[in-house]
């Protein structure tokens, strides 16, 4: 199993961003497939999941602002983060199970 992430980066606030995570090892449409986020000094934070079936969750501070999507051809999982705010900043990671990426950051300011 590999998770890679990309995508992430600096900018304003308001502004968006599209996460990647590239995976191998396993088809991701079989899975429920996570991104959560860890900004210094903070705990981890779940932010979005997608089953297999495609159903999406949010956590309250992701509703309406982020989406979760994948691409079954790619076996690329996405996050796209809209209206971004400085409380967004974190380093992002996407995760299968006990499995994550090395993150990407992102900087809101």
């Known amino acids: 199993v590999q998770l890679v992430e990309s995508g992430g980066g600096s900018v304003q606030a308001g502004g968006s961003l599209r996460l990647s995570c590239a995976a191998s090892?396993?088809?991701?449409?079989?899975?429920?497939m996570a991104w959560f986020r860890q900004a210094p000094g903070k705990e981890r934070e779940g932010v979005a999941t997608?089953?297999?079936?495609?159903?999406?969750r949010f956590t309250d501070s992701a509703k309406g602002r982020f989406t979760i999507s994948r691409d079954n051809a790619k076996n690329t999982l996405y996050l796209q983060l809209n209206s971004l705010k400085t409380e967004d900043t974190a380093i992002y990671y996407c995760?299968?199970?006990?499995?994550r990426g090395q993150g990407t950051q992102v900087t809101v300011s």
């Open positions: 995760a299968k199970g006990g499995n």
């Open positions: 090892g396993f088809t991701i449409s079989s899975y429920c």
């Open positions: 997608i089953d297999s079936d495609g159903t999406t």
